[in-house]
């Protein structure tokens, strides 16, 4: 499912990232850090959220790579999950490869919960997130399949991991697109706004 070919792409992609030198530098402190409660899984977007900000004192890491996919976080998953014995992850991915079948990304979104969920880790799967018009990477075309995505992979969770958190509600506006104080320029990545709401959403859930 997870081919190695794409394996590689990640990889070499991963080489191109500063993020990617700080994470290879934040795996030496494992043995500092030792177990976690909560630990949020994905890309750019989580990246960039200012957890320990919004959650200061709890027990938390942030392993979002920009640019990260379903592909990454298959291969991450040994040093950058496993090694921390996390209660819970929160996930959220599925914005960069949106372009690949709709099937083929849920089946990925699936296999990658069930794999933590069988080392007894509780996974939370998050929504995609709308995107804004225009958005520098022309995948607004795929507005209508992040819904249809996100509405099975909340139906999926619901039988299947601890829960889903729909993140997509709450930062979209009437028209369905990103909130306008939500969007960066990029149409794509999100706001401290987008970020607070985004928190109220987590909150609950956070061992």
């Known amino acids: 499912m997870f081919e190695p070919e794409k394996i590689a792409g990640?990889?070499?992609f991963y080489e191109t990232r500063d993020r990617w030198r700080e994470i290879l530098n934040f795996r030496t402190l494992r043995p500092l850090v030792g177990q976690v409660?909560?630990?949020?899984y994905g890309d750019s977007i989580t990246n960039a959220w200012p957890l320990h900000e919004f959650f200061p004192g709890r027990s938390l890491l942030n392993r979002g790579i920009g640019g990260d996919n379903v592909y990454g976080l298959y291969d991450r998953l040994n040093e950058d999950v496993l090694p921390y014995r996390?209660?819970?992850?929160f996930m959220m991915i599925g914005i960069n490869g949106i372009e690949e079948e709709e099937a083929r990304i849920l089946a990925h979104l699936q296999a990658l919960a069930e794999m933590m969920s069988g080392k007894g880790i509780q996974v939370f799967l998050s929504s995609i997130l709308p995107l804004r018009s225009p958005d520098n990477w022309n995948r607004f075309q795929y507005q209508d399949k992040i819904v249809g995505i996100n509405a099975a992979l909340k139906t999926w969770a619901g039988e299947n991991a601890a829960g889903f958190l729909d993140y997509h509600s709450c930062v979209k506006d009437e028209t369905g697109q990103l909130a306008a104080e939500c969007?960066?320029?990029?149409?794509?990545h999100v706001t401290f706004e987008a970020y607070r709401r985004m928190s109220e959403v987590v909150a609950p859930y956070l061992a």
């Open 37 to 40: 409660k909560n630990l949020f």
């Open 183 to 188: 969007a960066q320029p990029d149409g794509t």
């Open 10 to 12: 990640i990889r070499a």
């Open 86 to 89: 996390p209660q819970r992850v």
